[in-house]
Every structure is written in C-alpha cells, then in structure tokens.
C-alpha cells in the first residue's frame, strides 16, 4: 500500500566510521572499516551534554538487514514509502512507542551476505556485533548500556540473525523481532539445491559430453563435499559481473550460507558443500552440519536464554516464496512447548517488501526495552 510521505520531526540520521580490529584480515578480503548508520530521535541534542555524561539515555534497537542488505540500505528514499528511520519517527510521532535510538549495522561480504554468526571462511560477524559495535555505540552515544534496554530486528537473513543472537547472546539483547526469518532449512534451503548445482556446474573443469561417463571417477572428492573447483570458479565469474541473473544470485547464496553453516579451513575455499556435485546426493554428514544451526533444532539447548527475554516477537507471511511460515510455526510450536513466552502472527503476504510490519514488532520491542 502506498503512503503520503510523512511531516512529521524525522530526528537525525548520522553515519559514522568504524575500524574493526575483528573483521581485519578476514577470510574474504572484505574491508575492515565499516560505515555504520545510527538514527538520533528527536529531541536526543536539545540541551544536553554527552561528553559530560549528562541528557537523558535511550533504549537502542539494531536492525539486521536480510541477505544482500547492508544497514545503509535502510536509509535510503523509498517511493510512496518510508524507510525505517522515517517509520521510527512517525511512531514516535503518533505516541505508538517512544523515543530510541536505531543502529545500523553495515555487514555485507563478498559472498552476498552473512547471517550474523561467526565463519572461518567468512568472518567473525557475531562478535564483530557483541563485542565491538555494542560498545562503541554505548560508548559515543546516550545510550541505556544494558541488555534489558538493548533489542534486536531483521528480516530474513536478519530475522535469523536476531532469534540465533536471542538465543546464543542473550547477555547483549533484553528482546527481538524475527520477521520471516530463516528456519525448517530442509525447506527453505534444500529445495533450491538443485537449482544451484546445474548453476556451478557451468564452471566444471571438464565439459560434459555425449556418451559413456564414469561416475564413480568423476565423483571423487565431490562425495565427500569438496569443491573440486567449479564453485571457486564461478565465484569468480560472479564477482567480475555487473548484473548475476536470479539462477546466479541464487546459487551464490547457497554457497554463502555453506561457508556459514559448515566452515572448513582444510577445504578448498574454506567451506564444504552438502550435495555431490557431480551426483546431487545429499551428503548426510555435511548436511547435519547445516541442521546444528537450523533455530528449530535450537529451541531445547537455548530454552533457558529465551526465557530471559523481555520481548520474542517472530511472524511471517503465510505466502512466503521460500516456504519461511512452516519454519516459523514450527519454531513456535517448539517454543511453546519449551515453555518460552513469545508471539507467533501470520499475515496475508510473501516475503517481499513487507517493512510495514515494523509497525506491528517495535512498538512492541520498545515497550519491553524502555526504562
């Protein structure tokens, strides 16, 4: 639905510079210093004095972008629409939830993305967020430097950022919204495999050709889920383009989340992959790797984290393109069956431009977060 743009105060957008010690020298190559968004509300430089510690101090909210985003990205103009510093304001404005402060958290790789953990083959993101980004921000701005003031958002990849930080560092976050995040990966991810196998098989040393094959030569190594070098090479084609049509952006994505949820440094390129390439069998062992991080399967080892939440907020269209709600109604029946207090909605969508249900998750966050 179109909406009139807003006049209402928009506070201030700044964008500040951080060099991570973190991030440096990180597998990829990516940078180490990194831009970082940070939305003021209104009223945050009306008589007040940070560097003497005196004006009042906000609840902080960060806001993890989905595969492909980086924190800028949110910023940005939006036609007959708002981006989310906009939607911060104007509910502010209308009194649906108070004054906070917004960080955006600039974590894009080569890859596409990264889905806010720590990776041997793509970065040590968690603690380039815990340990590094919460602390400069608590330290430079009015902040309330706590967990029970501290929460956390995103949508898909985001949302899977949010619900596994909520449940591996619940000492740095008092609440999340988890909006279509990533679970049921044997639905979410599983399915599009195939698609991406014939994708990298493009870049195969040996072309195909019509005839006999040998399969069980062919195979070697790749059963075992060792790139034999196709995957490197159309990485490298991929980061020459300028466009990647969906068959590329896709299949780069799946090697993406391989090089999150199964590293490893004595593999080529740092990672393994969970099909045979040359027979598109599943390679159970690998795929158990992918599973460990899979939130559904989290819900018993991290009970006790949950619990601790002051908000657990998670919904997802029921139209979602990637099959996202049975993930989601999963993860709630185990919540709730793991006694952890959260809200499960649905909605009439997929999994396309459906920021407007911010409007639903942050008043609610900030009501769980406020002093």
Known sequence: ????????????????????????????????????????????????????????RYPVLYDLVG?????????NWRPFDENVPERVARLTHDRRMGPCIVVFPDCFTSMGGNQYINSTAIGRYADYLTHELIPFVDRELRTLPSRDHRGVFGKSSGGYGAIIHGMRY???????????????FDFCYLTDWPRTLNEIDRY????????RVDIRR????????????????????????????????HALMNLAMAATYDPDPKAPGGFRLPFNLETGEIIPARWKQWQKHDPVNLVDTYKGNLRTL??????????????????????????????????????????????????????????????
């Open 170 to 184: 619940p000492e740095y976050w008092g609440a999340l919204a988890d909006h279509s995040g990533d679970a049921l």
């Open 67 to 75: 595969y492909t985003g980086s924190g800028l990205a949110h910023l």
């Open 218 to 249: 062919d195979e070697k190594g790749v059963d075992r889920g060792f790139d034999d070098g196709r995957a490197r090479r159309f990485l490298e084609h991929v980061w020459e383009k300028e466009k990647l049509s969906d068959s590329e952006a």
């Open 310 to 371: 002051r908000c657990l907020y998670i919904d997802c269209g029921w139209r979602d393109q990637y099959h996202l709600h049975y993930g989601a109604r999963i993860l709630s029946k185990r919540l709730a069956k793991a006694g952890v207090p959260h809200i499960y909605e649905e909605f009439d969508d997929n999994h396309s431009s459906i920021d407007y249900r911010m409007d639903v998750s942050l008043p609610l966050l900030y009501r769980a977060l406020k002093p």
């Open 1 to 56: 639905m179109a909406r009139k743009r807003s006049s209402v105060s928009s506070g201030t957008t700044l964008v500040l510079e951080f060099d991570s010690r973190i991030l440096r020298d990180n597998p990829l190559g990516d940078p180490h210093v990194r831009k970082l968004g940070v939305w003021l509300p209104p009223g945050y430089d009306t008589g007040t004095s940070a560097a003497k510690g005196r004006g009042r």
């Open 204 to 211: 195969r040393r040996r072309g195909r050709v019509a005839g």
